[in-house]
């Protein structure tokens, strides 16, 4: 059973462009959470998704941050209008149920120039 | 809602002693408390879990410790090795709801040789 998968690992963009972070969660798991990681800091809650629904984005800035999980394919985080600011590890995880029991992908470093 | 906080912010300990890492959380419905080690370069990676049913879990070297009066819990090492070097999360939840996942700001556990 292969562990939740995030691509790219690594995403430069300049700034004004956009950027389109993917995770396919574990085999078997519906529920999906992004988080925003800074250098030497703590994990912050973006947003909790289930397939096709959004259950909570109070973490995710209402403008140019968007998120999607569809029926089939990969959760999609998408930022627009990129600025230095959004530079940081973005990290998905995955559980089969929402008990918090969540595995992580490996991250996906976005650094805007 | 509900509050982790976590301490120290940064433990360094000689290898092959212990190395405690303690939490608090506020609302009293919380129910789930995982721990996770984060590595440079990667997601954090749950170590151990614990539900408010018991006050003890053991896996190895490693321990947590809950006490729900309190309302804290705590993360034991014992026996630390060169590979313990990470930083450790705890976070608090309750199963079976919509609630999130809330983490503390991490511990920075250093293991000196």
């Known amino acids: 059973n292969a562990g939740v998968m995030q691509n790219p690992r690594h995403l430069v963009r300049r700034r004004g462009q956009e950027a389109r972070l993917r995770c396919s969660p574990m085999?078997?798991?519906?529920?999906v959470y992004w988080y925003r990681q800074l250098p030497e800091e703590g994990l912050k809650f973006m947003v909790y998704?289930?397939?096709?629904?959004?259950?909570?984005e109070s973490g995710m800035p209402k403008e140019r941050f968007s998120a999607e999980f569809p029926k089939e394919g990969p959760s999609i985080l998408r930022i627009q209008q990129v600025v230095r600011g959004d530079s940081a590890a973005y990290f998905c995880?995955?559980?089969?149920?929402?008990?918090?029991?969540?595995?992580f992908g490996q991250g996906t470093r976005l650094t805007v120039v | 809602g509900e509050n982790v906080e976590q301490h120290p912010s940064t433990l360094s300990v000689q290898e092959g002693d212990s190395a405690v890492i303690k939490c608090t959380y506020s609302?009293?419905?919380?129910?789930?408390f995982p721990w996770y080690k984060q590595e440079l370069g990667k997601g954090p990676q749950l170590i151990i879990d614990?539900?408010?049913n018991v006050g003890e879990k053991k896996d190895q070297r490693i321990a947590v410790t809950l006490n729900k009066t309190a309302k804290h819990f705590s993360l034991h090492i014992t026996e630390t090795q060169p590979e313990d070097s990470a930083v450790y999360f705890c976070?608090?939840?309750?199963?079976?709801?919509?609630?999130?996942?809330?983490w503390g700001a991490g511990t920075k556990l250093i293991i000196k040789p």
């Open positions: 995880a995955s559980s089969p149920h929402n008990t918090g029991e969540a595995f």
């Open positions: 085999k078997g798991h519906s529920h």
């Open positions: 998704l289930q397939k096709e629904n959004i259950i909570d």
């Open positions: 609302d009293s419905a919380s129910n789930y």
């Open positions: 614990i539900r408010s």
């Open positions: 976070a608090a939840s309750i199963m079976d709801s919509n609630y999130q996942l809330i």
